[in-house]
């Protein structure tokens, strides 16, 4: 629910943000008069509270149960949090809010999916996965290397020409998009077999890995409802690493 309640303000506070922003319409905007552009209240004030947010994943992570997938999440934060770090201090910012909005538009659809699992509503659950899913797939596949990678890359290199730390800037650009590419194909599978079956199934890729939580699962899989560990051990794209999704 917190996560649930934060992506989903953050997103909204984003849209509204960059709705009256001309980079959001145009995004060679981005580059025109750098690196002399202004910092907004509104702009600070949403890169602090995206920055402030991932730091405290980035602490959650070592303290919440370890799964099959804390590397990825590692470099996952990392990245993100350079990024935004980054971003900030060379002044990239107008980009730096695309980047942000567009990750945040599919992560509350995850949030509310796991909200729907934890209450038994199953078909919503699984709507809401399929909904995710498309919109993952779009934005991170789509939208985010045709859009973004494009104008940081080539945009960016005819207006502005590169330089030394723009090359470290898309680097971590390029290791977001890897890790895009990953979670896609895990995601699309549990979507497909989702579809096909009828119900979201078991995540395999990032079962819990210790002893006391496959204990757990072991004792959740003998209810005739099926039912998720409360401390959130469903997870997917980082978010959810799952034990098992609630059965019908």
Known sequence: MWRFTFYLCIFCYGIRFLWSSPWFWDIRQCWHSY????????LYYYYIMELAFYWSLMFSQFIDIKRKDFLIMFMHHLATIGLIT?????NMVRVGTLVMCLHDVSDFLLEAAKLANYAKYQRLCDTLFVIF???FVV???GIYPFWILNTTFFESWEMIGPYPSWWLFNGLLLILQVLHV?????IVRIAFKALI??????D?????ESSSEEEEATTNSKSPCGSSSSNGANRVNGHMGSSYWAEE
Not at 35 to 42: H, I, V
Not at 182 to 186: C, N, Q, R, V
Request: proline share 6%.
């Open 133 to 135: 899913s498309a919109v």
């Open 197 to 202: 079956r009828g119900k979201v199934s078991k």
């Open 204 to 208: 395999d890729r990032s079962d819990v």
């Open 35 to 42: 690196p002399y552009q202004p910092l907004t209240s509104g």
């Open 86 to 90: 980054f971003s900030y201090i060379n």
């Open 182 to 186: 990953i979670w896609s194909y895990l």
């Open 139 to 141: 934005t991170r596949l």
